[in-house]
């Protein structure tokens, strides 16, 4: 792998732990306002991020790379309803598609069809987490200020439960 790609996996790398502390700090917010559904979406998908940044960690070391580690920023947020924290779901899965799309492209720029072929996984799972984002944004419009349509979406996003990811290209997919 060459440098500049090798420090683009490691960034990538915090990141990932940056969105998992992100998620978590609104798993927090969002149980102490008493909606323990939407506490548990963001949760898994606190989760999920661990995953993705423990499967680029397995894939470093797969390709025997050095992984630089930084410390994890501050999450805190001031949200002031669970609109807006789904409102900055959003706007941080838009700057992770734009990040994992700048490493996919340094691979490919480095020539590299392995990591290029890999980060394939994390281009396709940022559509979807912008497309579910968006789905739960609607729907918290639609509920207004109406409190048992609010309650009535938290139950369903309390429904959400985690599945390791599997990602291809690494003999440790999914841990
Ligand atoms: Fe939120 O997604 Fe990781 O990559």
Do not use: C
């Not at 993705?52 to 025997?64: E, G, P, S, V």
């Not at 979406?153 to 985690?162: E, K, N, T």
Request: hydrophobic share 40%.
């Amino acid at each position: 792998m060459n440098k500049e790609l090798s420090q683009a996996f490691s960034e990538q790398i915090n990141k990932e732990y940056f969105s998992a502390f992100l998620y978590l700090a609104m798993s927090d917010w969002l149980n102490e306002k008493g909606l323990n559904g939407a506490a548990t979406w963001t949760y898994v998908q606190y989760q999920e991020e661990l995953a993705h940044a423990q499967n680029l960690f397995h894939y470093m070391q797969y390709r025997d790379e050095p992984i630089s580690f930084k410390a994890i920023a501050d999450p805190s947020g001031n949200w002031q309803s669970p609109l807006e924290v789904f409102r900055h779901v959003l706007s941080h899965e838009k700057l992770v598609t734009e990040s994992i799309n700048n490493l996919a492209t340094t691979a490919m720029k480095a020539n590299d069809h392995a990591a290029y072929i890999f980060l394939q996984w994390y281009v396709s799972e940022q559509v979807e987490e912008e497309a579910s984002a968006k789905e739960i944004i609607s729907r918290l419009e639609l509920a207004g200020d109406n409190t048992n349509a609010l309650l009535m979406i938290d139950d369903q996003l309390g429904a959400r439960v985690f599945n390791a990811p599997v990602v291809p290209g690494i003999p440790t997919a999914g841990a």
